[in-house]
């Protein structure tokens, strides 16, 4: 197998585990406040992967420089969560997803206003079909629904948590200043840990943690272990091996994913006209990893 073989398997099993989230959360989105969920996923993310640090590059004093930096960083990771499970208190998986991949389509327009990332006429078709998808999907097939903007309060929650996400993931290029990405991440999950601990210290004492059911401690396990450590190391994995355009190009996978899970997971199939924004995603992933000279 190639190198960029591997590189397109590990992004595959990247969009998978991210379906996850969605599928879990929408389980158990009403079971404990978002931001005590949040808090406990950022405590054990940020054991496991500051273990890999301590065990692999090791901290410098010059990595903490600003710290600044990581509260930034931080805030609007945690601030992305939370309002995601917020969201699925009341969303669907599936258009919750879809709202996912709106993501890309946001962190362009932020690109170019920070960095001044121009994306290429290819990225911008794929980018339209698959926001065009998304819209499918979030108003549910519905013409009616779009016509009048009928958007249901979950979706508009986990939207703006998307900004977040999207005006994130520049930030991190423009903030970055030559440290390791492990050490990095290692920084803004524990600056999230702290912005959760102060805006959600009310809510995180008041949880009975010992009487959380089991799909709480299921989905926190999975969020922190799966879907945090180790699509971080799958993403640093692909990075290396695909241009980012491809590597970017699996999240429109999401909503697909979130269906197998949903009804792997004892749920029903969704409505058959929403399939058809689902395949605009699909569309889009595959103009994105069309080979191209520019790629």
Sequence with gaps: MSEAARGHLAMLLFSALVAGSFALGAIMANEIAPVALMAARFLIAGVIIGTVVAVGPGFRRRDFVAPWRYVVLGGLFAGYFVLMFEGLKSADAVSAAAVFTLIPLMSAGFGYVLLRQVTTRRMATALTIAALGALWVIFRADVAAILAFDVGRGEAIYFIGCVFHALYTPLVARLNRGENPIVFTFGMMVAGFAVLLVFGAGDIVDTNWRALPGIVWVTLIYLAVFASAATFVLLQYATLRLPSAKAMAYTYLTPAWVIVWQVG???????????????????ALLILLKDEAVA
Excluded at 265 to 283: F, N
């Design 265 to 283: 997971l004892g749920g029903g199939w969704p409505v058959p006209l929403v399939g058809l924004g689902v395949v605009g995603a699909v569309v």
